[in-house]
């Protein structure tokens, strides 16, 4: 099958099972099911991130064979570093806001080629938002062309980020007035990013490839820029799927953001 033609085909695929997979999720979604911590991290899961990531692998991985399976719920095999395409899957993006009833999650699967996302789906179905990205040809949600917003400076910005972060005491400069918001779900956060609904998201504590992969593609293919606060670009499906921070934002909010934070020396992860 030519290139084209199986990129289309995958694409469909991955749309079919992310809306499958919400509506699984719709299934359990305010309602009184079994949710624990996790041995090794302490991190919430419910039996709706299990149902959905046994969905989502029946769906992609079975009928790609010859793909790699990278997801938060599956435990890693590192057969995937030997696969040119990788599906990157987060069941459920915002475990703690599903779990308690808030619309702030996200179902997020990318395709990713040597390093980078090359299709990328994002669905709240709470919210019917349905964000989704193709290399080279854009971003969309639910069928409209999305941006960034152009906005340049940090004063007055609508900035998603954990509050008290801007308030830390050792920051050298005071950080100017923002509207900050917070959601628990990392790649919804930048999936905002990339619609105009906000400026900018900044992060200073790790995160996984399943959380940035796909998010990482809609919001580049939206206008905008996302890397770690340093600077240093995202690659996925390699050995460690740990980062160690993110800033995403429109191009000129990004450049003013980086030269604020991307000096900073976060201390060395455990």
Same mark, same amino acid.
């Given at each position: *099958?030519?290139?084209?033609?199986?990129?289309?085909?995958?694409?469909?695929?991955? #749309?079919?099972?992310?809306?499958?997979?919400? +509506?699984?999720?719709?299934?359990?979604?305010?309602?009184?099911?079994?949710?624990?911590?996790?041995?090794?991290? $302490?991190?919430?899961?419910?039996?709706?991130?299990?149902?959905?990531?046994?969905?989502?692998?029946?769906?992609?991985?079975?009928?790609?064979?010859?793909?790699?399976?990278?997801?938060?719920?599956?435990?890693?095999?590192?057969?995937?570093?030997?696969?040119?395409?990788?599906?990157?899957?987060?069941?459920?993006?915002?475990?703690?806001?599903?779990? #308690?009833?808030?619309?702030?999650?996200?179902?997020?699967?990318?395709?990713?080629? $040597?390093?980078?996302?090359?299709?990328?789906? /994002?669905?709240?179905?709470?919210?019917?938002?349905?964000?989704?990205?193709?290399?080279?040809?854009?971003?969309?949600?639910?069928?409209?062309?999305?941006?960034?917003?152009?906005?340049?400076?940090?004063?007055?910005?609508? *900035?998603?980020?954990?509050?008290? *972060?801007?308030?830390?005491?050792?920051?050298?400069?005071?950080?100017?007035? *923002?509207?900050?918001?917070?959601? $628990?779900?990392?790649?919804?956060?930048?999936?905002?990013?990339?619609?105009?609904?906000?400026?900018?998201?900044?992060?200073? $504590?790790? #995160?996984?490839?399943?959380?940035? +992969?796909?998010?990482?593609?809609?919001l580049h293919e939206a206008g905008g820029r996302m890397t770690a606060h340093d600077g240093t670009?995202?690659?996925?499906?390699? +050995?460690?799927?740990?980062?160690?921070? /993110?800033?995403?934002?429109?191009?000129?909010?990004?450049?003013?953001?980086?030269? #604020?934070?991307?000096?900073?020396?976060?201390?060395?992860? +455990?």
């Amino acid at each position: *099958m030519p290139e084209a033609e199986a990129r289309a085909a995958d694409f469909a695929l991955m #749309k079919e099972a992310v809306r499958e997979a919400g +509506a699984i999720a719709m299934r359990f979604y305010r309602t009184d099911h079994k949710q624990w911590s996790k041995a090794h991290d $302490n991190t919430p899961v419910t039996e709706a991130d299990i149902e959905v990531n046994d969905l989502l692998h029946a769906r992609l991985a079975v009928a790609r064979p010859d793909y790699g399976w990278l997801s938060e719920e599956t435990e890693d095999d590192s057969s995937r570093l030997t696969q040119r395409l990788v599906w990157v899957v987060d069941p459920i993006d915002g475990t703690r806001a599903f779990a #308690k009833g808030h619309p702030h999650f996200v179902i997020s699967v990318a395709l990713v080629e $040597n390093g980078r996302p090359v299709l990328a789906v /994002l669905f709240n179905p709470a919210t019917d938002e349905f964000f989704e990205a193709e290399a080279g040809k854009g971003a969309r949600l639910n069928g409209r062309p999305i941006r960034t917003g152009d906005r340049g400076g940090i004063a007055g910005c609508r *900035m998603i980020a954990f509050a008290p *972060m801007f308030k830390h005491p050792a920051w050298p400069e005071p950080w100017p007035e *923002m509207e900050i918001s917070d959601r $628990n779900s990392v790649a919804y956060r930048i999936a905002l990013v990339a619609s105009g609904e906000a400026d900018a998201t900044l992060a200073l $504590n790790g #995160k996984s490839d399943w959380d940035l +992969a796909a998010a990482d593609l809609i919001l580049h293919e939206a206008g905008g820029r996302m890397t770690a606060h340093d600077g240093t670009p995202f690659f996925y499906n390699r +050995a460690s799927t740990r980062h160690p921070s /993110l800033l995403a934002a429109g191009p000129a909010l990004y450049e003013a953001l980086f030269e #604020k934070v991307g000096r900073l020396k976060l201390p060395p992860r +455990a």
